[in-house]
């Protein structure tokens, strides 16, 4: 825990501090060091999903881009997304904690066990989209997960065995139609050049 950690407004503050230099540097890659030393604070990463979510920045990640690598945030432009309000309610998430058994619904760790890809910090749970907000996802209990610090953050892209192609496409032909668009046009917006690609052959 850094110094600036220890002060109650520090969040507030780093979180101004990463909204000016987002907006100043519109268009550029920014990487995680960057974004933490103009932070000040550990928990830098928690601010950005609050501009994102909150502010409406329209923030893109490597989920977002192909073009981006882990670590690596973007501001697209300065056209406000729809925000959301960072309020789930406490019935809401003691619901959809209960329905995941307090487990992570990516990799599988519990509540309060020594996560192995976090330093040996014990597991600390959030609550997560399944269909994400700028995508139109809602904040009801079918759209909300169970998902730990470390793949909310993104990290276990780098670490946790991704799922085979096969495996992925069993689920795909499962899905429901609207599920399977929702998903094509998901692609669609991450990998625009390769789709263009495959609509020409």
């Not at 329209?58 to 973007?74: A, E, M, V, W």
């Not at 892209?157 to 094509?184: C, F, H, S, W």
Request: hydrophobic content about 30%; charged content about 25%.
């Amino acid at each position: 825990m850094t110094k600036s950690d220890n002060n109650p407004t520090s969040g507030a503050g780093a979180r101004s501090k990463l909204r000016s230099h987002f907006l100043n540097n519109i268009g550029k890659v920014l990487d995680s060091n960057e974004l933490r030393e103009v932070a000040g604070i550990s928990e830098w990463a928690r601010r950005v999903r609050e501009l994102r979510n909150e502010e409406g920045l329209n923030i893109l990640t490597h989920n977002d881009r192909s073009d981006l690598k882990p670590g690596q945030y973007i501001l697209n432009d300065n056209k406000p997304l729809p925000a959301f309000e960072r309020g789930i309610s406490k019935e809401t998430r003691a619901l959809v904690l209960d329905r995941n058994g307090f487990t992570c619904q990516m990799c599988g760790v519990a509540a309060g066990e020594v996560h192995p890809y976090d330093g040996g910090r014990k597991t600390r749970l959030h609550i997560g989209h399944i269909i994400d907000k700028s995508m139109g996802g809602s904040d009801e209990p079918s759209n909300l997960r169970a998902i730990c610090s470390v793949c909310n953050e993104g990290a276990s892209n780098l670490t946790l065995n991704r799922p085979e192609a096969i495996k992925l496409l069993v689920q795909v032909r499962r899905a429901q139609g609207k599920d399977q668009l929702d998903l094509l046009k998901w692609l669609i917006g991450k990998f625009p050049n390769q789709a263009k690609e495959f609509s020409q052959e």
